[in-house]
């Protein structure tokens, strides 16, 4: 049936279908991306402490969005051998696309939370930093994932790489979950990190 002449938007296109958005004074809500670095999906590497050099370098990064787009992934099990985690979008993510997870104990990393828990945290390892293949490229002042003589990790800073070792990749940052702070509420709704209006 042509409803391209009832209620609606206007005439956008004739032999629209009725049940379609915009026909019949019936709109569909809608949302739309910000413009702006999008959502990504970021390959795990393993758990800290305890990963190998060779499970942080195994996964295949995933391929990033364009800002304000999404892509679709399908599993392949020897390509992401420890499954993926969606962290939100910036533009240092953008520009370091072989980027991989490592679930870390908060306690490992030496991060205190608010409320004194540990709890797992996500470091974000770039493993195309320049550092991996020229090491007097790596600064004493960030944090890098390095290989021991034994091919362990350690996620750290450094003041001169150890004879035997290897830089890995450089630390983007590690995402922390949200923590309340024990007694931040002042009593008044308002003042409260849950308040919504």
């Not at 020229?134 to 001169?160: C, G, L, Q």
């Amino acid at each position: 049936m042509d409803v391209s002449e009832r209620g609606g938007i206007g005439t956008l296109q004739t032999g629209r279908q009725d049940g379609l958005h915009g026909t019949g004074y019936h709109f569909m809500p809608m949302t739309a991306m910000p413009n702006e670095p999008s959502p990504a999906l970021v390959a795990i590497a393993g758990a800290y402490p305890g990963l190998s050099a060779q499970q942080l370098l195994a996964p295949q990064p995933l391929p990033l969005p364009e800002q304000g787009r999404w892509n679709y992934h399908r599993l392949i099990a020897d390509g992401l051998p420890g499954g993926f985690v969606a962290v939100p979008g910036s533009s240092l993510l953008v520009s370091s696309p072989n980027t991989v997870a490592v679930v870390c104990s908060s306690e490992s990393l030496g991060i205190e939370l608010a409320d004194g828990a540990v709890y797992e945290v996500l470091a974000l390892i770039d493993r195309s930093d320049p550092a991996t293949t020229n090491p007097s490229a790596m600064s004493p002042k960030h944090f890098y994932a390095f290989s021991d003589t034994d091919e362990v990790v350690h996620i750290r800073w450094i003041e001169a790489l150890p004879q035997g070792w290897r830089v890995l990749g450089k630390l983007l940052y590690t995402q922390i979950p949200f923590v309340k702070r024990p007694g931040s509420g002042g009593g008044f709704a308002e003042m409260d990190d849950d308040f919504e209006f």
